[in-house]
């Protein structure tokens, strides 16, 4: 259960096919400690792709659900389809999140679906970063993709880093708001090093800084009052407004990077975390009383209000049965408890709750206003659900009897046990024994 909303991120991955967002994704997880190598798409090992028909094509289908932590916060994170066939499954997903980093690729820039999901977002008031990938590519440009968000979005991207180099040059980039460089100075580096701005770069630097300030002092009158009687603005008052520029959707902040070569992955999670809203810092939600539609209520995102979540997938799993992913807004959800559901009008079981790791689960006990879980209750209306799955999946139990030493001492095995069941089988009339799924070999 989450202790501090404030350090809670729930974002999702949204782009046009082919811009890299699943790569972005698997170098989130893996320098978050999630996995403990990096999924590749070409080889069939993306854990975020982990569908058979996935992997096969090389895209994302569906979308899925993971979590890791990053300086101490914990972020909720959904990898979401960027294929034109799949749209509905984003807007889903995009209901549920608080924030969004758009994956662009460096060439094309805005694609006709990243068009679709972008106005998605604003369809739910999603703020939103910008990660410039593959900044490697042949014809890498990274003035070009900017603004093609500025032509083709009509949205207010401002730099807040800009690349050093492009192409097969690309060596890393450079922070506008602390005026430091990341650079990687070997082919292979998986982590940057980070260096004064170099000579080269100080007076471009400077002109997108002061861009940049003047962007960010025309959302906020106290900075914009400082920068026109030429006052030193500090970072950490950039940095205020410009998370409540982003997340006021006045501003979309726009990094760079190839995340094949590891580039640029790191900053990106530290801007997550820096500019991205909490559960806290979005509107409360709002719906009606279920036994007066004419009431509006109001859910805060805290423990203390009552419960309220909203369902935004159901999947069926060939082990576990029916999956349900929800996003809590308020209160507490307890494993086992009962809660209601207002489109059918009735009362639910909410039975086992889970963490999603991609296709993995972990099971908790109860989870609080601003997770993403999902919830299963298959095995209470189905025991031979246990027999299907045994290993891995989390539904095996464990009995042990109240007066064991008494009750095992009736307990044979060997040749006993055998023809023990094979008396029974004859009193039952049983012919043969019926083999369970999950028992091969």
Not at 40 to 55: P, Q
Not at 103 to 121: D, H, Y
Not at 238 to 245: E, G, N, P, S, W
Not at 368 to 375: C, F, T
Request: include cysteine; glycine fraction near 6%.
């Amino acid at each position: 259960m989450a202790e501090d909303l404030s350090k809670t991120r729930n974002i999702g991955f949204i782009a046009h096919i082919d811009a890299g967002k699943t790569t972005v994704t698997e170098r989130v997880l893996y320098f978050t400690g999630e996995t403990y190598k990096i999924g590749d798409i070409d080889d069939g090992t993306t854990v975020m792709d982990f569908m058979s028909l996935e992997r096969e094509r090389g895209i994302t289908i569906g979308s899925a659900a993971t979590n890791a932590s990053w300086n101490n916060h914990q972020v909720n994170i959904i990898d979401t389809p960027g294929h034109v066939d799949f749209t509905a499954e984003v807007q889903r997903s995009l209901r549920v999140l608080d924030g969004g980093v758009v994956v662009l690729e460096s060439v094309s820039g805005v694609q006709p679906q990243s068009e679709t999901v972008w106005r998605q977002a604003n369809d739910y008031g999603v703020p939103r970063m910008i990660f410039v990938n593959k900044m490697d590519r042949l014809g890498a440009d990274f003035d070009y993709a900017v603004k093609t968000v500025h032509d083709r979005l009509g949205a207010n991207a401002v730099p807040i880093q800009i690349p050093i180099g492009a192409e097969s040059e690309f060596k890393g980039m450079i922070d506008l708001i602390e005026r430091k460089a990341f650079v990687y100075d070997i082919e292979d580096a998986v982590e940057h090093k980070v260096i004064d701005v170099p000579d080269e770069y100080k007076e471009n630097v400077e002109k997108f800084r002061n861009e940049l300030i003047e962007k960010i002092a025309e959302t906020d009158e106290a900075l914009m009052d400082k920068f026109l009687e030429d006052k030193e603005i500090s970072i950490d008052e950039m940095k205020l407004a410009l998370r409540k520029a982003v997340i006021s959707l006045k501003i979309y902040p726009v990094l760079c990077g190839s995340a094949l070569r590891h580039r640029g992955v790191h900053p990106l999670l530290d801007a997550v975390i820096d500019y991205l809203p909490s559960p806290i810092d979005v509107p409360s939600i709002k719906g009606t009383d279920p036994s007066d539609e004419s009431i509006e209520l109001e859910r805060k995102p805290t423990p203390e209000d009552p419960f309220s979540a909203l369902v935004f997938k159901v999947v069926t799993d060939q082990h576990v049965g029916r999956l349900v992913y929800l996003r809590i807004y308020s209160g507490i959800l307890e494993s086992g408890s009962n809660v209601y559901n207002s489109s059918t009008r009735t009362r639910e079981r909410a039975g086992r709750l889970m963490k999603m790791h991609a296709d993995s689960r972990e099971e908790i006990k109860q989870a609080s206003a601003g997770e993403i879980v999902a919830a299963n209750n298959d095995v209470e209306s189905d025991a031979t659900i246990l027999n299907r799955s045994p290993y891995k999946q989390g539904w095996i139990v464990r009995i042990q009897p109240s007066n064991f030493d008494e009750d095992g001492s009736d307990l044979v095995s060997g040749k006993d046990a055998i023809s023990g069941f094979e008396t029974y089988m004859a009193e039952k009339e049983i012919s043969e024994c019926v083999h369970c799924e999950g028992f091969e070999g």
